[in-house]
Structure formats: structure tokens, C-alpha cells
């Protein structure tokens, strides 16, 4: 048979000459394998694959493997020889872009090379390497035989090699592999000519028997394409629907492994398959199989059973992305809008971690979406991504001031093209699991005390302006102002739709009445309301006179109140609707709370060192005040001698010890104390040594030295 030429390519070992080469022992094996051993040894000798071989330092057993249907293949055991050699750094590509790239074409051609390795020849050298033993002799492979560590990529830089110019533009290789696509019917046979030439070229033969042309769909790098898009393998999805209710660990396993190859067409399938991994705690042997498992089994068969046709994006589309947190993992899914239909692109899933599970949620929205860019990386680089969320997530990654990790994650999403766009109404069953952004919220006890604080609207109660929509997100803000002789502040907590409180406490750097506290309070939350994109509010107050203002129950008379009314009048203008309700303070506490806070004041540059200056000064300082002051006029009492007459006149050393080791081996210390002002130094040792003291008293208590004693 013939093969490619080793002048163009032939596969070499680079055997590390370090290793000890390791010749097998010789198997024994019944007499069927010994039969088919025989005629598949018969068959390579007569077609020059393999010949005899002499004294090889190298020596592997044969493996003969039952095919599915009929007969024997005999593979040889390098798991030896692979160890010796390197890995050969080549890439494979990527399987997910190879699928995108074939998707929507009008005519598809699947073929597969004959023999594929076997059309490679082994360098000269490298030949009696891949020496094998039967019960005839010893034989060594002429040409590159399955089962070598490198093989893989020898041949996908073969086929990079001969197809370079069709790759990518009417041809998709994946090692052997191949498929010819075309946009429209009138180009197929264009194309396949095109790919024939090369083969003939360079005498690369194909299988005829697993080949297929001119088809309109077929399956490729385990995924059904058509010009329809990706659907998933229907053998893959047979196989988990046929499964029987898991007994043993290694039924969940097997379960769960033959999702995580599905996991592309699974909405959440970390959370689909959680349960799962709950029965796995704890025993190696037995598993509890509860009736949380029972539901999610059944749920999974029925979705696998619709599991949805995946589309592919063309250049210049724009995508969406859906997210979702739950309490153990988080996901995301990639959207693509065509007809004015939403088609899902790819599904991603992740299980929290360790620490992870301990993000506020927030946090962990935004490592939903830092997962989602590090795994559908090429989609983020090549198209615009728009995030639809009704949280603040470009607030929080564009001003990360509270957390280091969100300032990792703003400069890794930093290279994309992303926008952050409100929620509209959802349509379609792609993102039907992502309608909630956060489900089953773990919220903070504050956050619990304002939801259930919450008081809804009653039957009878008629909204004085607008009617609020219930189908469209709904936030919810909760105000407080105040005014005493210390000055103003307010409290805010303004209410996601999922629940997520954000919390403020205002100070105001100028005086005010109550009310005028209650209005600026309002105003505040109103500011905040649409800095977060909300569109319908509903606000609760304390305030009668503000509440009943707003509502037109009451008539602002005074020139003030009538400014502020105007102007919350105004801001809440541009809400698509809104209520106000006057709450006890009781359910507003709080708001309350937040807006009583201690007023703690902050200091310019120049008060700061000031202070400090002070303070140092006042500490360490020796003034001829405090040593030879006046004696205070006290009461006569015997003479007693003072142990410490000024300060630093006298000093206390003590060793302190063992105790956890710490950076550098320390694990004592060393502490010295004046008498007199009370004044502590101190210093970790690794070890108590004379030296170690010494140098710690000359470099931290200089003063007790004559010279400086005797300074006035």
C-alpha cells in the first residue's frame, strides 16, 4: 500500500536516551488469539507494514481487542515506550470551533482515511523501537502503528500541511477526520474536487466504506451538524435515557460522566445533576439514593429527551448572555437572536468551591460571568456580548474598590467587548431556566428582616399615580432621614428584584429640619433607584408629611418643602411607575438604623499630619516640662523611694514564649517597658540569644545610654 512520502513527513520517537528500555515478557493468550494473531501478522508482513527484527532493545506484547461486531484488532502495549518519550507540543484544534465552523452549511462530505497512521512511515531509526512479540517471532512497524504517544499529533500536522489552503474555508480537519462543507449546493463539487487533487497529489487513501458525500447533515467530532446547527449525539442521549436508577457509586458515576459530555446542550447541569453528588458523600461503597434523587433523575431523562438544537453564530452577530447563581453553582447561557427568536449558542455550568460558596451574591454573578469568558473565550474575542442583568454589575466590576478579586476579574473581562443591559421580557424556552438570576438566595439576615418587612399592597388600596406592572422587575426602596442638635444624616436600603439589599448611610454637611432630612433621604434613594436602571419602584417612609406630599394628600406650603416636592416629583418622573406608602418606623428600622449612624468625621491631608505629628510628640517625646514640672501640693506621708523619677529612667524586659511559629521561624519575643509613661517595645525572635538582646535594647531603647541621661 502505498503511503506518504517520507521526504514531506515520517514520525520519529526521541527516545530519552536516559531511560532504560524495557523488553516484556511474553504473554500467553488462547488459541482464537493466537489464530487472529496470526492472519493480522500474515496480512501486515504481506502488505510491507511489518518486518523481522533482530536483538531490539525495546520489546512490547500484543493486545488482541474484540471489535463490536466481528473479529479481533490487534493493538500493541507502549505503555513503556511512551514513558520515554516526550510530549510533542503540536495543538490538536479545538473540537467546539471545528463543530461552529461546520454548522449551517447547505451540503456536508464526511471521510476518513484508510488506515490513517499507517499512510505515515517510522524513521529508519525509530523503527525497531516499536518491536513487538508473538508466538512466530519478533516484529518491528515500517509505518507509524496506533497506540504511540505522539501519533496524534504527527498526523494533524500531516493534514495542516497538505490541506493548508482549504482549512477553514471549504475544509475542516480533525487528525483523520475530514469534511468538505459548502454555503450553497453549486460549490460542493468544486470543493471536493479541489480536496481530491490534494489527495491524489500526495497518494493519501480513504476508506470508502466510512465515507459519505454531498449529505445535508452527518455526524462529526461526536455532534450531529446540519444547516439546521448542533445537535447533540443521539447514541450519547440513548445512553442516559436507558440508564436504570443508579445502585452503586459507580452508577452515579457512569451517570454523571455521560452528562459532563453532554454538558453543552444542558441548561445547568450542575445544578441538574447536584443531587447526585450529595449521594456520593460520605461512603465509597454504599449510596443513599433519596427521593431528591429520584426527582432529578426523572427531570434529567425528560429534558435529555428535548435536549435543544444549539446554533451557530456568524461573524458580526451580537450575543447575549444570560446568568444564574444558586447556593452551589453557578450558570450562564450564551444567546444568539435570529428571526426574532432567541437560539441558545453553548450552555455553562460550574460548581462553587471551597471559598466560592462564601461570595456574596453579587460576586458570585460576576464569577458567573468571569466563568462564561474563560470557557466561550472565542466567542467573547470575536462578537460583542451583551450581559442582561437587573443587578449592578457594571457598577460593581467598574468601581471594584471593596474586593481585590473583583479587580482581577474587571481587567480579565477588560479585553472583551461587554456591555451590561437591563432584562427585557424573556422569550423562549432557551432561557427559561434563567428567568431568576439568584435561586435559592442566601441572604444576609438583613436582607431577610426587609423582605419580610416588606408590606404588600392591600386589596383596596389604589396606587395615587401609577398602577404597578407585576410581570416586569420590581424594586423596592426604604427611606429614613434624620435631624438632631449633631447633625443630619439618612438611611437607605434600596431592594433588587432578587432580593439583594443595598445599604447606605448618609451624612449631610449641612443643617436641616427633619422633613428636610425625609426629602433628601428620598431624593437619595430615588438618585441611587435609577443609577441602578430600575424602571417601577415602590418606596416606603416613615414620613407622613413627605408620603401624603408626594401622593397629593397634603399641600406643601412652605417655600422649602415645595423645592424638595418638585423635585422628587420630577425624579420620579422618569420611572415607568412607582408607589409611596408611609410604613410605622417599627417596619422600617432598618433604614432607621442607617441613618443614626455615628458621625465619624474625615480629615484633610493636612489636619491628618498634624495630628499625627501631635500624637507622635505627645507619645515619644522627652519635654523638660514633664521632668522637672512643679511638685503637686500633696498631703505629708513618709519619704518612699521612686523607682522610676522621669520617664525612660527606668526599663522592664521580659521574654515571652513559645508560641506558634510564625513567618521566619519566630516564635518568642522580646518585650521591654518604661516604668515611668508605660511605654512598650517589642520584637520576635526565632531564638533567645545574648547577642539577639543586646542588639534589641541598643536599636530600640538608645536613650539609656550615660550620654543621653545626662541630656537636660
Known sequence: MPGIS????????????????????????????????????????????????????????????????????????????NR?????????????????????????????????????????????????????GLYCYKVMPFGLKNAGATYQRLVNHLFAPLIGNTMEVYVDDMLVKSRTADQHIPNLSAMFTILKQYKMRLNPTKCAFGVASGKFLGFMISQRGIEANPEKIQAILDMTIPKTVKDIQSLTGRVAALTRFISKATDRCAPFFKALKGTMRNITWTAECETAFSELKEYMGRAPLLSTPEHGDILVVYLSVSASAVSSVLIRSKDNAEHPVHYVSKALQDAEVRYPDIEKLAFSLVVSARRLRPYFQAHTIHVLTNQPLRQVLQKPETSGRLVKWAIELGEFDIHYKPRPAMRGQAVADFLSEFTEPQASAATQHITESNPPLSQDQTPTKNTLDLTQPLWTLFVDGSSNAQGCGAGLVLVSPDKVALEYALRFNFQASNNEAEYEALLAGLRLAKEMDARQIQIFSDSQLVVHQVNQDFTAKDASMTAYLQHARHLLATFHSHTIKQVPRSENSHADALASLPYLRCLTPDEGHYVLREIHEGICGLHPEMRFANIPQLPAEPLTAMVSPWPFAQWGLDLIGPMPEGKG?????????????????????????????ESFVWQNIPILSPMARSKP
Not at 465552523?101 to 516499536?130: C, K, R, V, W
Not at 509613661?677 to 531564638?687: D, F, G, M, S, V
Open 6 to 81: 517520507p521526504d514531506i513527513i515520517s514520525h520519529r520517537l526521541s527516545v530519552n536516551p536516559a531511560v532504560r528500555p524495557v523488553r516484556q515478557k511474553r504473554r500467553a493468550y488462547d488459541p482464537e488469539r493466537y489464530e487472529a494473531m496470526k492472519a493480522e501478522v500474515d496480512r501486515l508482513s504481506s502488505i510491507r507494514f511489518i518486518r523481522e527484527v533482530d536483538y531490539p532493545t525495546w520489546l512490547a506484547n500484543v493486545v488482541m481487542v474484540r471489535k463490536p461486531r466481528k473479529g479481533w484488532r490487534m493493538c500493541v502495549d507502549y505503555t513503556n515506550l
Open 665 to 693: 521561624q519566630v516564635k518568642y519575643a522580646v518585650v521591654a517597658v518604661d516604668y515611668f509613661t508605660k511605654w512598650a517595645e517589642a520584637e520576635a525572635l526565632a531564638t533567645i540569644t545574648v547577642a539577639r538582646i
Open 84 to 136: 520515554a518519550c516526550p510530549k510533542d507540543s503540536f495543538p490538536l484544534p479545538r473540537i467546539d470551533q471545528l463543530v461552529d465552523a461546520t454548522a449551517g452549511h447547505a451540503l456536508l462530505s464526511f471521510m476518513d482515511a484508510y488506515s490513517g497512521y499507517n499512510q505515515i512511515f517510522m524513521h529508519p531509526e525509530d523503527q525497531a523501537h516499536t518491536s513487538f512479540i508473538t508466538d512466530r
